[in-house]
């Protein structure tokens, strides 16, 4: 049979045992062990063999290599532990999003890696990279509206397939020094919510669900994985700066008041309860140990990657410190490594390695001396600290109270005369409390003149056939409702609205919050509505009194704005 040579040298100085292939015939294997000063070997095998074959395959005529998935990858430990976030948040948290949304964005990913490493080094490779990309964009992004247990909805999947393969082609299209530059589910994710807005998707809540058993799995799932993977890669560490950092940032930012609107929270979320909630968060937890500590996106050396960690986290808080909705606060922690990532060449090149740590970076930058050194480098210390406590205040000015608070970006409130209203008391059931929120009389009748003007604008839609008072006055199934019914306006001409007139009203908690779908007050209501009939020109044409006993449930849109999400009928 035809052979060809296999030549491998070691190095100097190691220690190896040589174990010589038998001859035809011999019975037993020699071998050698000792001390290796120089080495040649040469191994005589079938041509077209090699000393370790792998696998390939024929695409015509061409024979491709094969590279499966290696047990010891830190990439399938990472996917790992996603997808069983996935599978605990979609059966458990209520999670909105469904089995194919999650297929879709991993497919594409997958296959678009495929492809380019295929085109790079004529190989077929596992797409360990593209998989894990696409996992961890399903599990950022949300499609607004979409509901919890939706588990086979394809909705929207061609969003979820489009920015996971925008985000792996990142890895391919902008590089510098033969690397990626970006995180590419983060550069995805933040271009897509930058690009589509509010009104479309949004990221994972920071807010899960109560404490209770799976909640607690889920930490678990997410601290076990994450800290074994991190602790492995030597980045560890970094995740644990960023987060003393954020925390200490977060801190300052809530002592100034800050508030932030959000949908699983019936009132502005400010204060101590914003500190605790982003600080606990397990979105931000997910985004510290497994998207800062991609290994080639962050500086090479060890200094340089704790004062990366910290000055990105002082980043991430100035740059949630203006919003006043957890759309903004979200995208803006997710913009902040997007932000930082192109710098991180800047950190190995001026945060030198040294054998004393962060101290002896500070050494290099005021140098060394007696009670002059250790002053110079007080000062500076207290100095960058002040001028970021100072630039956290002043960046968090337009959401420092709930008055400020802004409404949901694409909301807007379209001026209507509402004339007179004459509403009965109303009465605040103790099942209120439960949810977490203080409201007083007062409070509990401006929700109920809320009621009222999202009623009067459901009317005006109808009779005007124009869509934009329903994103004012609704959400969730009840502006699904409403829309199908303007759509029944214009393709039948008949405008049938109603006029609500409130005999007793008693505000109740809605079911108290256990998932993602967040809490919500109602009114419990009695009284008569008129069902007016319009003309296509909007015109009265008639009239009829009915009673009705409903349950309107509503939620807050902003710091003062409720929406109603769902009209129940009463037995």
Request: charge should be negative.
């Amino acid at each position: 049979m035809p052979s060809q040579s296999v030549k491998a040298v070691g190095s100097l100085g190691a220690n190896v045992t040589v174990l010589c292939g038998a001859r035809p015939g011999q019975s037993r294997i020699p071998s050698w062990t000792g001390q290796l000063t120089s080495l040649h070997i040469d191994l005589i095998l079938p041509l077209g063999m090699t000393a370790l074959s792998s696998p390939s395959i024929r695409l015509g005529s061409r024979r491709v290599p094969v590279v499966l998935p290696n047990a010891r990858d830190p990439r399938l430990h990472t996917a790992a532990v996603i997808l069983s976030i996935h599978t605990l948040g979609i059966l458990t948290l209520g999670f909105r999003v469904s089995i194919p949304q999650i297929f879709s964005a991993i497919a594409a990913a997958a296959v678009i890696d495929l492809l380019m490493t295929f085109r790079r080094s004529g190989e077929l490779i596992w797409p360990a990279s593209g998989m894990l990309t696409g996992s961890g964009v399903a599990l950022i992004l949300r499609l607004v509206g979409m509901p919890s247990g939706e588990l086979w909805s394809w909705s929207g999947w061609h969003y979820f397939a489009g920015i996971a393969a925008l985000s792996v082609l990142t890895k391919y299209l902008i590089r510098f020094r033969g690397t990626h530059v970006f995180n590419p589910s983060n550069f995805g994710l933040v271009v897509a919510f930058l690009v589509l807005g509010a009104s479309v998707i949004e990221p994972l809540d920071f807010w899960w669900a109560p404490v209770g058993p799976w909640m607690i799995l889920a930490y678990l799932v997410i601290l076990v994985g994450g800290v074994l993977i991190t602790r492995r890669l030597n980045l560890l560490g970094m995740g644990v700066v960023f987060w003393a950092v954020l925390a200490t940032g977060l801190g300052v930012l809530a002592f100034s008041g800050h508030c932030m609107s959000a949908a699983w929270s019936v009132n502005p979320v400010c204060g101590e309860r914003f500190w605790t909630v982003l600080v606990t968060s397990p979105e931000v937890l997910v985004f510290l140990l497994f998207m800062i500590t991609d290994p080639k996106t962050v500086p090479r050396g060890g200094n340089a990657r704790f004062v990366f960690a910290g000055t990105l986290a002082v980043a991430a808080t100035l740059l949630i410190a203006p919003q006043s909705t957890e759309f903004g606060a979200k995208v803006a922690l997710l913009g902040s490594l997007v932000l930082w990532s192109p710098t991180r060449d800047l950190f190995d090149r001026y945060v030198p390695e040294t054998t004393r740590g962060l101290t002896g970076w500070l050494d290099h930058l005021v140098g060394h001396g007696s009670g002059a050194w250790i002053f110079a480098r007080g000062v500076l210390s207290g100095s960058l600290a002040g001028f970021a406590v100072f630039a956290i205040v002043l960046a968090g000015g337009p959401a420092r109270s709930p008055a400020e608070a802004a409404t949901v970006p694409g909301a807007v409130l379209p001026v209507i005369e509402l004339g007179e209203i004459d509403l009965p008391p109303v009465v605040i059931d103790p099942s209120v409390r439960s949810v977490g929120v203080d409201i007083d009389q007062v409070t509990a009748t401006a929700i109920a003149m809320n009621l009222v003007e999202n009623l009067a604008l459901e009317m005006e839609a109808i009779r005007t056939a124009d869509a934009s008072y329903l994103s004012a006055a609704d959400g969730g199934d009840r502006l699904d409702e409403m829309q199908a019914s303007l759509d029944e306006v214009v393709a039948t001409g008949v405008r049938v609205a109603h006029a609500y007139s409130f005999e007793s009203l008693r505000l109740v908690a809605a079911e108290r919050p256990d998932d993602q779908s967040g809490g919500a007050l109602a009114f419990e209501a009695e009284g008569t509505v008129v069902e007016v009939t319009f003309d296509p020109f909007g015109v009265e044409q008639g009239s009829r009194e009915l009673a009705f006993a409903s349950t309107f449930v509503l939620r807050q849109l902003g710091s003062e704005r409720w929406t109603i999400t769902e009209v129940l009928p009463r037995n």
